[in-house]
């Protein structure tokens, strides 16, 4: 059975650095891209970007560029993202997905990291 | 890039059909069949439902259907169901990995 299991809730400060994880199994985690994804308390879904964990390609979104950091460890299966210097606007729920082989769409989604981020 | 154009609600009795539409344009939804639809339940995950327009991953219900004309993406639940009141998102990859856009997603209401 495919799964992505997530590290769990986080409460930062302004300015505090941050790393969340999410960890695949039940596939061969190299073979997919991972996706991340925010969602903002009570809005919509926004895409960050992708990592494939076998060479840790990444593409970021232009909106997050220069502010969040994909990266992969293969030894442990685990994707991970990762800030420094949180804003009180990274309050939200970030969910990493793993991509269709087309990279089309995301099929298995991580049960989503609470981020709060407050003075 | 903008958010691609959902209502922001649709309700339908049980055993109805609704429709909700995903608008978006040439660069996005109308040029390429990458066009996948998202389920959500307050406080859970979304799930996937259709995927590169209108095929639906094995254990998702028949009654999901998506379809597209133009700039225009639709997903169509027949035979609704309480268990089908939800928020429901649409997505379309644009053939570049970064730029992948959200519709704002669609509150469902089931009567």
């Known amino acids: 059975e495919v799964q992505l299991v997530q590290s769990g809730a986080e409460m930062k400060k302004p300015g505090e650095s941050l790393k969340i994880s999410c960890k695949g199994s039940g596939y061969t985690f190299t073979n997919y891209w991972i996706g991340w994804v925010r969602q903002m308390p009570g809005k919509g879904l926004e895409w960050m970007g992708l990592i494939y964990p076998r060479d840790s390609d990444t593409r970021y979104s232009p909106s997050f560029q220069g502010h969040v950091t994909f990266s992969a460890d293969t030894s442990t299966n685990t994707a991970f993202l990762q800030w420094r210097g949180l804003k009180a606007s990274d309050t939200a729920f970030y969910y990493c997905?793993?991509?269709?082989?087309?990279?089309?769409?995301?099929?298995?989604w991580g049960q989503g990291t609470l981020v709060t981020v407050s003075s | 890039q903008s958010a691609l154009t959902q209502p922001r609600s649709v309700s339908g009795s049980p055993g109805q059909s609704v429709t909700i539409s995903c608008t978006g344009t040439?660069?996005?939804?109308?040029?390429?069949?990458?066009v996948s639809w998202y389920q959500q339940y307050p406080g859970k995950a979304p799930k996937l439902l259709i995927y590169d327009v209108n095929n639906r991953p094995s254990g998702v219900p028949d009654r999901f259907s998506g379809s597209k004309s133009g700039n225009t993406a639709s997903l169509t639940i027949s035979g609704l169901q309480g268990e089908d009141e939800a928020d429901y998102y649409c997505c379309s990859y644009t053939g570049t990995y970064t730029h992948v856009l959200f519709g704002g997603g669609t509150k469902l209401t089931v009567l």
């Open positions: 997905a793993r991509q269709t082989p087309t990279v089309t769409s995301s099929d298995y």
């Open positions: 040439d660069s996005d939804v109308g040029g390429y069949k990458y």
